[in-house]
């Protein structure tokens, strides 16, 4: 029978350097994914703006009208995700934007 011999050393891995901010930028970039665009045309991440900060709603209920939406689970976490700011920091940067 053969036996096989085992390294000792472990594989290595590479990992690139960042150096400026704008590769910083395009290097997050990369990792966004496409926008999930809801069967009457909105976007998900815009539906879940308007119902958490515009209109209230709290994210478990968003989270429950997403997966009647789109007819599949939508994880909490996601509504989360989008609605990290609280709402004042929210209306804030909206009437910054607005200026």
């Known amino acids: 029978m053969a036996t096989q011999k085992k390294s000792a050393t472990p594989a290595k891995t590479e990992t690139a350097a960042v150096e400026t901010e ?5 290097a997050t970039a990369k990792r966004q994914g496409t926008a999930v665009v809801l069967k009457n045309g909105e976007r998900r991440i815009d539906y879940i703006h308007r119902r958490y900060y515009d209109e209230g ?13 789109q007819g599949e689970k939508v994880a909490y976490q996601i509504v989360f ?13 909206k009437a910054k934007a607005a200026k």
């Open 81 to 93: 995700a989008a609605t990290k700011k609280s709402r004042e920091e929210w209306a804030a940067e």
């Open 57 to 69: 709603i709290e994210r478990g209920p968003i989270a429950k009208e997403l997966t009647e939406l």
């Open 22 to 26: 704008t590769e910083t930028v395009e």
